[in-house]
């Protein structure tokens, strides 16, 4: 099973991704500007693989890049709070 295939799988990947990179230095703003490319990524060459990926990538293409940006930042804040 690929980790696109459940919406948990995807956040526990994230997350894991996420914490090898703080551990190895990265700052929060590359943190984000990684998650801001991977979403712009993900909506542009990436099927969904489940209504919450699709309601994401449809969020991602309505929105502008500062939203976009925003998005991204709470797709870390979220994996964030999930491994607490």
């Keep these: 099973m690929s980790v696109m295939d ?3 799988s995807w956040k526990q990947f994230l997350g894991s991704r996420l914490n090898q990179a703080e551990s ?3 700052q929060e703003g590359a943190a984000s ?3 801001y490319e991977i979403g712009d990524y993900l909506a ?3 099927d969904p693989k489940n ?3 699709a309601t994401l990538r449809d ?3 309505a929105s502008n ?6 998005i991204a930042n709470a797709m870390i804040k979220m ?3 999930s491994n607490r």
């Design 65 to 70: 890049k500062e939203e976009q940006h925003a």
């Design 24 to 26: 190895k230095g990265l």
């Design 6 to 8: 459940n919406f948990d």
């Design 79 to 81: 994996v964030q709070n």
């Design 51 to 53: 209504e919450e990926e």
């Design 59 to 61: 969020l991602w293409n």
């Design 44 to 46: 542009g060459h990436v």
């Design 33 to 35: 500007e990684l998650a």
